[in-house]
């Protein structure tokens, strides 16, 4: 079954076979790799799969939900179809093989491997799920110094432009409507996929001052959002950078990591007043949880931003 929403060239599919028929499901993969995918897929006939696809212009975005095992292929005569993309797999879990260029790369757990559509391939699965991004060749030719010759080349999970593409994919939305926005993410994906495969001299510089800067920005963003009690000197010592360099990245986004930290606090406190979790905190207590240490501050801040008390706001709890 899949579940498409679309805008002109923007897609986003869940596909699952769950709900099918035995009989049904792999006739149902086979149909979504041959047209979306563009790979030839073999597996167990009665396997139910599970995956999201988001789909904008010149980036994939792709993520096995459930655990696979099949073998899929490109096989030569596939290769006149004119697909020229290449796709960043990183594996979440159990086995994945690529055999390409006379190269086989088995990742580990977070390590990543790179398939290069314009040539042949066989990727096998074992229980395995991945996360993915499939960008054009030509994006990343002009930064990367030979794409072709990282085919099927494993990428160790703690390089550091692996680990932020990671993040970074993981932390953007479905949909990005907002055409421009779209464009520079996927650029920012380009910066990060041709660093982890080798980028030159100058793909390295722009690299620096686009993409990285934003993959930390949002990973940065990410961490304060999970544990909105962390200071700045935490955030840096945890990314492995400079106070002050997570302080320009905020300010280059036309922000401030103080103003950033104090929103995300202050949503933290009214998620929290408006659960029946936290019936039986205390004002004082959620206010530190969330990440004040003065609780006037924390009272005017909040009825700022909110018009009200957060003991006005707990009574409007339902329940």
């Not at 073999?42 to 799969?49: F, L, N, R, S, T």
């Not at 088995?106 to 559509?117: A, S």
């Amino acid at each position: 079954m899949m579940k498409t929403v679309e805008e002109r060239d923007r897609a986003s599919l869940h596909f699952s076979t769950r709900d099918l028929p035995a009989s049904k499901r792999l006739p149902a993969l086979r149909e979504l790799f041959d047209k979306s995918i563009r790979l030839e897929i073999d597996a167990e006939p009665g396997h139910a799969v599970e995956m999201t696809m988001h789909v904008a212009p010149g980036l994939r975005r792709a993520k096995m939900l459930s655990s696979l095992t099949a073998r899929v292929t490109r096989p030569a005569q596939m290769l006149a179809d004119g697909e020229d993309t290449v796709c960043l797999m990183m594996k979440t879990a159990g086995h994945m093989a690529l055999t390409q260029c006379r190269r086989e790369g088995v990742p580990q757990v977070g390590d990543g491997v790179l398939l290069v559509y314009r040539e042949p391939a066989l990727l096998q699965f074992v229980d395995a799920t991945y996360l993915s991004v499939r960008v054009p060749f030509n994006a990343l030719s002009t930064l990367a110094n030979n794409v072709g010759a990282a085919a099927a080349r494993s990428i160790p999970s703690d390089t550091e432009a692996l680990s932020l593409l990671r993040n970074y994919v993981a932390n953007l939305p479905e949909r990005i409507a907002d055409p421009e926005l779209g464009r520079l993410s996927a650029a920012h994906i380009y910066d990060l996929i041709a660093l982890a495969i080798g980028a030159t001299d100058e793909g390295r510089e722009i690299a620096s001052r686009r993409g990285i800067r934003a993959a930390r920005l949002e990973t940065i963003k990410a961490d304060l959002i999970q544990n909105t009690a962390l200071h700045l000197d935490q955030l840096a010592a945890r990314q492995g950078i400079s106070p002050r360099y997570v302080q320009m990245l905020f300010e280059e986004a036309g922000t401030t990591f103080s103003e950033f930290a104090l929103q995300r606090r202050l949503d933290a406190a009214r998620n929290m007043l408006t659960s029946p979790r936290y019936a039986n905190w205390s004002i004082t207590a959620i206010a530190l949880e969330a990440g004040f240490g003065d609780l006037s501050h924390f009272n005017r801040r909040f009825k700022r931003r909110y018009f009200m008390t957060p003991s006005d706001m707990r009574r409007q709890r339902p329940g």
